[in-house]
């Protein structure tokens, strides 16, 4: 029998509700990968090729937009961002590459139906 190896779920940030995130997607049937910092992420995007990749984040914070642009470049795989839930913060990082937006709030319950749903439509 071959074992099917698990998708790569990258989770990069810095954030209090981080731990739930990562919880959530162990729960399901990821891999995680874990990095606190923009640079670290970028490292795994290249070398680990995630299946997906979530970074939490506001748009206030103009590095993580700039994380952001910089992943869409490197990868084609789908991107979730985890955020403060206003809707233009939601705007901005859709308009930058993002494929999907979870308001901070909702992260627990909402993060792995997303990751599932942006999983199946590659």
């Given at each position: 029998?071959?074992?099917?190896?698990?998708?790569?779920?990258?989770?990069?940030?810095?954030?209090?509700?981080?731990a739930?995130?990562?919880?959530?997607?162990?729960?399901?049937?990821?891999?995680?990968?874990?990095?606190?910092?923009?640079?670290r992420?970028?490292?795994?995007?290249?070398?680990?090729?995630?299946?997906?990749?979530?970074?939490?984040?506001?748009?206030?914070?103009?590095?993580?937009?700039?994380?952001?642009?910089?992943?869409?470049?490197?990868?084609?795989?789908?991107?979730?961002?985890?955020?403060?839930?206003?809707?233009?913060?939601?705007?901005?990082?859709?308009?930058?590459?993002a494929?999907?937006?979870?308001?901070?709030?909702?992260?627990?319950?909402?993060?792995?139906?997303?990751?599932?749903?942006?999983?199946?439509?590659?």
């Amino acid at each position: 029998m071959v074992t099917q190896a698990k998708p790569r779920a990258l989770v990069i940030g810095n954030y209090r509700g981080r731990a739930g995130v990562i919880d959530a997607l162990r729960g399901s049937a990821f891999q995680v990968i874990e990095a606190t910092e923009g640079r670290r992420g970028i490292k795994h995007v290249l070398e680990d090729a995630p299946s997906v990749v979530i970074i939490s984040g506001t748009a206030n914070d103009a590095g993580h937009v700039n994380l952001l642009r910089a992943i869409r470049c490197l990868t084609s795989a789908p991107i979730l961002v985890i955020g403060s839930g206003r809707e233009t913060c939601a705007n901005q990082f859709l308009l930058n590459g993002a494929d999907g937006f979870v308001p901070l709030s909702r992260y627990h319950e909402m993060t792995s139906v997303y990751v599932t749903t942006l999983l199946s439509r590659n």
